[in-house]
């Protein structure tokens, strides 16, 4: 069974930057997958944050990062990564990457889920 594992998370201030990664196991069959970063915070839906196509032509961010957030992968280490800047407490949440045939924003559509890694932003 496919294993995804983020890491990069921590504690930041208001507008400074983080950086996640996401590197999927096993690594041959990474390039098959679009790969999307969602967010869930206390007692909130879990939300649509970033993706990327198998060939990253295809990028979608939500508008409340569009601008702040680079989405990329890089196919040789198994990764994608999440670049975040000018980060907000309202971006406070755990992130969760997920993987599927194309880059959808709904959850449903994905069936594979890292653990999650806190992401918290203080004022």
């Known amino acids: 069974q496919p294993r995804l594992v983020e890491s990069g998370g921590g504690l930041v201030q208001a507008g400074g930057s983080l950086r996640l990664s996401c590197t999927y196991y096993?690594?041959?069959?990474?390039?098959?997958?679009?790969v999307a970063w969602f967010r869930q915070a206390p007692g909130n839906e879990r939300q649509f944050v970033a993706a990327v196509s198998r060939t990253a032509e295809d990028n979608r961010y939500s508008d409340s990062v569009k601008g702040r957030f680079t989405i990329s992968r890089d196919n040789a280490k198994n990764t994608v990564y999440l670049q975040m800047n000018n980060l907000k407490p309202e971006d406070t949440a755990v992130y969760y990457c997920a993987a599927s045939p194309l880059p959808y924003d709904n959850p449903r559509h994905y069936g594979y889920w890292g653990q999650g890694t806190q992401v918290t932003v203080s004022s």
């Open positions: 096993p690594g041959h069959t990474f390039r098959t997958f679009a």
